[in-house]
């Protein structure tokens, strides 16, 4: 499969990259992200366990790893626009369905649905971003943050709105919450019909070429910790918050640092995405994620867990990028859409490990600050291993199978 030949002549390409960031915003940042804002009130409202509440994440993050295993021959069947908006409206239509039940399984399929939409819109999306951004190998890398700086846009909005509407509307109110949230999606989607987002996509039928794993295999294992370490976080923190007391100010608050830091990330970690190096920038930017979860072991105050909010953020949306930036250093532009749904997966399986793991951690031992512990060690030994991680020759690019 080829990557899309050039961008579409009519649109700048930031402003192509900031729209297709929309999928991602409302596949990634409200889809999945703005649930740990209802968690608290849907357990206490619906009687589930810390186990249970985790194991919402892990359905959409099985959706999301679903989705991206199929990714790229979605991709090759309906094309680059109809994969990418086609998976954003099953996520508006799958957040209408969280504000509809209670039922749990009901529940459990909206969240699948959320995860499998999410992965269409963010692989062909990313790879889509990444072959515009390369189109301006001078600012390559600040362009490319620009797509992962759209789930941060979803953050921010869905924390200045839902721990609101909580405390106007009171417990048990959580589906009003999806409700808000859905039509925040339904705007942010509008802009995806508005503007071309199709360019020449090819694909080689008769190419026996394979991504071969060995030669990442590190990097792959470092990029899985992330996955089941930062879902933790930010699955649980919201509820570490109220439980030390925070109210919907404090919530809004720590939510929205988290999403505004996606907006600092192009710049802050501009030269380090530019180090062709291995795994180096991963580990540098993983290492701070590390940092960032840590935190809040230190100390319980507003002012802390600000900080902590935002050394996470600003370091969260950039390990994304810098495993796209890495591709895009080690593989040729065909790869490109098959090397990062392979990095997709590896994150997926991850993700969908580490919150019903840490919601099961949490119910035993009977705290959250556990949660947070496990949190910070996986991001850690993910550091590690993405700097165990050497540059690919094009030796280690293919595995090819007759």
Wanted: proline fraction near 5%.
């Amino acid at each position: 499969m080829h990557a899309p030949d050039r961008p579409p002549s009519d649109a700048r390409p930031a402003r192509l990259i900031l729209t297709l960031s929309l999928a991602a915003t409302v596949g990634l940042g409200i889809g999945r992200f703005a649930y740990a804002l209802v968690l608290p009130d849907m357990r206490e409202d619906l009687g589930w366990s810390y186990s249970a509440a985790g194991f919402m994440n892990t359905i959409n993050a099985v959706g999301y790893l679903a989705g991206a295993l199929v990714a790229s021959r979605l991709i090759q069947r309906v094309g680059w626009a109809a994969a990418i908006r086609g998976g954003t409206l099953a996520c508006v239509a799958a957040l209408a369905t969280c504000a509809l039940t209670g039922n749990f399984i009901a529940l459990s399929l909206a969240r699948l649905v959320l995860g499998l939409g999410a992965a269409a819109g963010f692989v062909a999306g990313g790879a889509l971003a990444a072959t515009i951004a390369q189109s301006r190998p001078e600012r390559a890398n600040f362009l490319l943050s620009l797509f992962y700086a759209g789930p941060g846009i979803g953050i921010l909005a869905s924390g200045l709105i839902a721990p609101f509407t909580l405390q106007y509307f009171g417990p048990g109110s959580w589906w009003v919450v999806w409700w808000a949230l859905t039509l925040l999606s339904v705007a942010m989607t509008i802009p995806l019909f508005l503007i071309r987002i199709e360019s020449g996509a090819r694909f080689s039928e008769g190419s026996h070429a394979a991504f071969a794993i060995l030669p990442v295999l590190i990097y792959l294992a470092g990029y899985f910790l992330f996955g089941a370490g930062y879902i933790a976080y930010m699955t649980f923190m919201i509820a570490y918050v109220r439980d030390g007391g925070g109210g919907a100010a404090a919530q809004a608050a720590f939510w929205s640092l988290i999403g505004l830091s996606a907006f600092v990330t192009p710049w802050a970690w501009r030269g380090v995405l530019a180090l062709d190096r291995g795994g180096l920038a991963t580990a540098i930017i993983l290492g701070t994620n590390a940092l960032g979860a840590a935190l809040p072991m230190l100390g319980h105050s507003p002012a802390w867990l600000a900080v902590s909010a935002v050394v996470f953020g600003v370091a969260f949306f950039a390990v994304v990028g810098s495993t796209t930036a890495f591709v895009r250093f080690n593989y040729p532009p065909q790869m490109w859409p098959t090397a990062i749904a392979a990095m997709t997966i590896s994150f997926g399986v991850g993700q969908t490990l580490g919150p019903i793991v840490v919601g099961a951690i949490t119910d035993a031992l009977g705290s959250l600050s556990y949660a947070l512990n496990v949190s910070a060690a996986l991001l850690a030994l993910g550091a590690v291993a993405a700097l165990c991680q050497r540059k690919v020759g094009p030796e280690g690019r293919m595995a090819n199978s007759e």
